[in-house]
């Protein structure tokens, strides 16, 4: 499957943030990183006030790994790169997203696909249509 993914960091060594997390991506079984977009930076959205800005890339992968599975892998990523969970929409060290997987919709309680908010954010559609 061809799943897009959003990357985000607005925490210590922000680059440093996204460069392991695409790495760890790419160790996933069965996944491997097909493309990378640049980085670009963007205004936090929401959550406390004088956050740091983010830095924000989107990843192209393939991947044998159920959506729900992926979902897990990636907050195993992010657990292991320093986040911790704090106030909603509130600074952190990685932020990884599905935002597209495959031509799938699905919809429950842990998981929406397509990303609800993508086509609101053009932190998110910028880096993702470089990698499309």
């Given amino acids: ?3 897009y993914l ?11 943030n996204i460069k392991q997390a695409v790495k760890k991506i790419g160790l996933l079984k069965n996944t491997k990183v097909l493309k990378s977009s640049k980085l ?9 006030a004088n956050q740091p800005e983010f830095l924000n890339a989107a990843v192209k992968i ?8 992926l979902l897990k892998e990636l907050k195993i990523i992010e657990k292991a790169l320093g986040r911790t969970k704090t106030v909603r ?5 990685i932020d990884l997203d599905i935002l ?3 031509d ?29």
Avoid: Q, W
Wanted: proline fraction near 10%; hydrophobic fraction near 40%.
């Fill in 104 to 132: 799938k919709i699905i919809k429950n309680k842990s998981l929406t696909i397509p990303h609800p908010a993508m086509f609101m954010r053009d932190f998110v559609l910028r880096p993702l249509s470089e990698v499309i």
């Fill in 100 to 102: 597209l997987y495959a």
């Fill in 6 to 16: 959003g990357v985000g960091s607005n925490l210590g060594n922000r680059r440093g």
């Fill in 89 to 93: 929409n509130g600074p952190r060290i």
């Fill in 62 to 69: 393939n991947t044998t790994l159920p959506a729900k599975t």
């Fill in 1 to 3: 499957m061809v799943v």
């Fill in 40 to 48: 670009i930076s963007s205004n936090p959205l929401g959550g406390p």
